[in-house]
């Protein structure tokens, strides 16, 4: 494109601006800033701004009815306090799975800030004996699973394959690329491991003007987790524009999808009961939660606004909602809280397109270094601008058949978000609630673990606690890692 036709283009658009340090750059700046531009769909993201800013001033303006807020319908959630339904859920889910028709969706493009870590979140070692990374253990799980499924459909060894698709951002994809490829993948075959990169959107002054970062650069930043959406449609690298997420998923006549966030230790890859429940229920997106600890937890929760499901902030549910509770069984009403799990068939992800303009990027104020006016750097004290997100949950209201499933927090939900020593969602409790999963593995198969040992179990030994049938009877004294089940005999 001319810069004739580019000026004309964001002129236009009202982004006349970025132009104006133009003169002042070399050409190989030129090069690269005329590229970005021409990129950059700025009249969608003039678009996306001025929707999102509907949005809001129509969510704060008391004189219009908002939609009434009510908790989920009973029959749209169900949990796994029944061991009847989970096991048939479970069989439904491993059939599915040996079939081939499952692939799972990793949202793991945050870096480790807040742990005190620039490398990607998945990188991080929450300090189990081991020293496993989150990346292993989720790759161990899928690993085993594929072993487990295998082993009951009556399969030969190896032939099960549940694809990993990994969703990156730009700052954290070469390294966790590396990363991946230092560690040989963790035992899985690189084939089966795809990586793609999650969608960026400019920053904007408050009145929706673009950002630059240096007189060469739009300032950008990821465009939420729920720009996974449209990631699964971009191409998964330049050197392979025409493979996207969704043609591979349907390459491999993958049905159904698995997708969650790198952050949770206790997080149950491609889970075959929540597949399971979500095939039986016929659903086309569905959302694994964990019921709230009490009224006045800071987590948002799944409900219905109006005839719709959604995700509500617990900051829009008065507090006679937060304590209401049901009359039968003592429980809150509104306790069905979101952890960022969900089920999707393919053909649903493949719908989102059609929809996607429709929905409502939320703003974040934040302080974002740019450049002025008179081209000189500026790194503000205070917000200055915003970035646009989208939720990975938003598209929960344009879902025909959706479903819930209520799982045991301590089981499956232990999110990694403070920095060491915070005394919640932090390191130590994440590797507190892990190694007290394993010790429960070993006392549900008939095994006693004496006070103040620790043992950890790799995934590759156990899924959820299957396995273990060798333990019954023993008493374990020593603490220690178990990469084997004949390890487990050292320990007594």
């Not at 340090?21 to 009249?43: G, H, I, M, P």
């Not at 569905?286 to 606004?305: F, H």
């Not at 043992?455 to 019954?472: D, N, R």
Request: proline share 6%; charged share 25%; hydrophobic share 35%.
């Amino acid at each position: 494109m001319s810069l004739d036709k580019l000026q004309q283009r964001y002129e236009a658009a009202g982004q006349g601006h970025l132009l104006k340090f133009w003169d002042n750059l070399s050409e190989e700046e030129r090069t690269k800033f005329a590229s970005q531009l021409e990129a950059l769909n700025v009249e969608r993201v003039n678009r996306i701004y001025q929707k999102a800013v509907s949005a809001e001033q129509e969510a704060a303006d008391p004189t219009k009815q908002a939609e009434a807020i009510g908790p989920l319908p009973k029959e749209a959630s169900e949990s796994v306090n029944d061991a009847d339904k989970v096991q048939e859920w479970r069989r439904v889910g491993i059939d599915a799975i040996a079939r081939g028709e499952v692939g799972v969706l990793l949202m793991a493009g945050g870096q480790g800030t807040r742990l005190g870590s620039s490398a990607p979140k998945g990188c991080y070692d929450i300090g189990l004996p081991s020293h496993k990374p989150l990346f292993q253990y989720q790759a161990e799980r899928i690993a085993r699973l594929q072993e487990v499924a295998a082993q009951e459909a009556g399969k030969p060894a190896g032939s099960v394959v549940v694809p990993w698709y990994i969703m990156t951002s730009g700052p954290t994809r070469p390294e966790t690329e590396a990363f991946f490829k230092h560690n040989k993948y963790f035992g899985l075959d690189p084939a089966n491991v795809i990586f793609f990169e999650q969608g960026t959107l400019p920053c904007l002054t408050m009145e929706g003007k673009i950002l630059l970062d240096s007189p060469s650069h739009v300032a950008v930043a990821p465009d939420g987790n729920g720009g996974l959406y449209a990631a699964t449609r971009s191409p998964l690298s330049p050197n392979d524009p025409n493979t996207t997420v969704l043609s591979d998923l349907s390459k491999r006549n993958i049905l159904y999808v698995h997708a969650y966030c790198v952050d949770n230790c206790l997080v149950r890859v491609a889970d075959p009961v929540f597949l399971g429940y979500s095939i039986t229920k016929k659903a086309d997106c569905a959302a694994k939660v964990v019921p709230k600890t009490q009224p006045t937890e800071s987590v948002g929760v799944v409900a219905c606004r109006g005839d719709k499901f959604s995700v509500v902030e617990y900051s829009e549910i008065s507090k006679e909602q937060a304590e209401r509770r049901e009359p039968e069984t003592g429980e809150l009403a509104f306790r069905a809280g979101n952890i960022a799990n969900h089920f999707y068939t393919t053909a649903f992800l493949n719908k989102v397109e059609a929809f996607e303009e429709e929905l409502a990027f939320h703003i974040a104020r934040k302080k974002i270094p740019h450049v002025s006016d008179n081209g000189e750097f500026v790194k503000p004290s205070k917000p200055n601008g915003m970035k646009l997100e989208l939720f990975v949950f938003d598209v929960f209201p344009f879902t025909e058949r959706f479903s819930v499933l209520e799982v045991d927090r301590s089981e499956e939900f232990s999110p990694l978000k403070n920095a060491p020593g915070t005394g919640s969602d932090d390191p130590e409790t994440s590797r507190r609630d892990l190694l007290a999963q394993h010790r429960r593995f070993l006392e549900n198969a008939g095994a006693k673990v004496a006070e103040g040992v620790e043992i950890e179990i790799s995934p590759l030994v156990s899924y959820a606690g299957e396995g273990l049938e060798s333990v019954k009877g023993k008493t374990f004294t020593k603490s220690g890692t178990v990469n084997d089940v004949v390890e487990l005999d050292v320990l007594v």
